[in-house]
């Protein structure tokens, strides 16, 4: 079966639309998911960014608040702004890594996505991440202790820097097997097309 | 009849790729389309910023790049970039303000993109220009004249001033009666069914 990889950052909120629908919309195409958690803040140190474009430039910010407020509720869920924005997603995506390999990784992501944006909650702290691990019944403790490790932390670091060689500058990013990359959740049936027909010949926009 | 307005930039490339197909998405919904030609540069030069931001920031735009080419592909056009990229589209937009009194306008916009970018052709000058104009069977001197008049200079001034209070920050940007605003191509079927239905209830992402 094709694959794509999705790269999301826990604190993106547009990776937040993708994420509530991207399995779904993969089975219909008969590809499967890479859920590749990696964390947008390096790439916007190496523009000179000290936070995201949607703070940094106010209209554009504006509009993004109102545009996923439509989008999401096109897809039925709410929007709670969290505050403040973005969240630290550091230890959320630590853990999403333990959580691919053991399998809940998914659910642990979307409901991260959830409390973020539909409840606008507080994402970054370990009791905060607790709570939500414990939302898709997995006990907190051990899990926190080995996202934390060494280890686990520079295996999120090599996330970014492959985010990185692969020039991805935002998220969502959708990176198809043989490399084609699709930016934006609008993308996606895009890059689903492209990775199960290897290019987007008879697709109609 | 519902409207739109389609703020365009003749530089901009995804502005090329709604001109090619909003008319007949627009008419397919019942809804007509005001074109309304603007300059980015202002609201670039706003956040300090003395180019495009796909010059700016390397890696969105070898990305832009891409995606164009695909996009416009699925859309049975080809590629060919502009050097420089963006074009100065300064007397583009000065002209096609003539045009859209005149009922050219949509038509001559049409030709101003896909000279620049379908056959990569400089835009710029007094002399491509005329040359656009008689691709569209309109006398190019008298038309020159008028649009570099001080009076339609100032009106082109106003249209970007307008832009500006709109809070638009890119282009392609459509802006329904009601004052939603929707930005990018990608947007440009929600922007219409907002047109038509006053909301996205109902509209299916």
């Not at 639309?17 to 590809?31: K, N, Q, S, T, Y």
């Not at 490790?149 to 990176?175: C, H, M, W, Y």
């Not at 084609?180 to 959740?185: D, P, Q, R």
Request: proline letters at 6%; glycine letters at 8%.
């Amino acid at each position: 079966m094709p694959h794509i990889d999705f790269w999301h950052d826990p604190a993106s909120t547009y990776s937040w639309l993708a994420a509530m629908r991207i399995e779904d919309a993969a089975a219909r195409c008969g590809v499967s998911v890479r859920w590749q958690p990696f964390l947008l803040g390096p790439a916007f140190a190496r523009l000179g960014w000290a936070t995201s474009p949607f703070n940094l430039q106010p209209e554009k910010g504006r509009y993004m608040w109102r545009d996923l407020e439509r989008q999401a509720a096109a897809l039925g869920a709410v929007l709670v702004r969290p505050n403040p924005f973005p969240q630290n997603g550091l230890l959320a995506a630590r853990v999403a890594l333990i959580g691919h390999d053991a399998g809940w990784g998914p659910a642990f992501t979307r409901t991260v996505y959830a409390a973020e944006f539909s409840e606008g909650r507080d994402i970054s702290g370990r009791e905060a991440v607790a709570a939500l691990l414990e939302r898709v019944d997995v006990a907190p403790d051990t899990v926190l202790d080995r996202a934390t490790s060494t280890e686990n932390k520079l295996r999120l670091k090599e996330q970014s820097d492959a985010a990185q060689r692969l020039g991805i500058f935002g998220a969502p990013t959708f990176v198809t097997a043989d490399g084609e990359m699709f930016w934006g959740n609008d993308r996606l049936a895009e890059a689903l097309y492209w990775a199960r027909h290897g290019s987007l010949a008879g697709y109609a926009v």
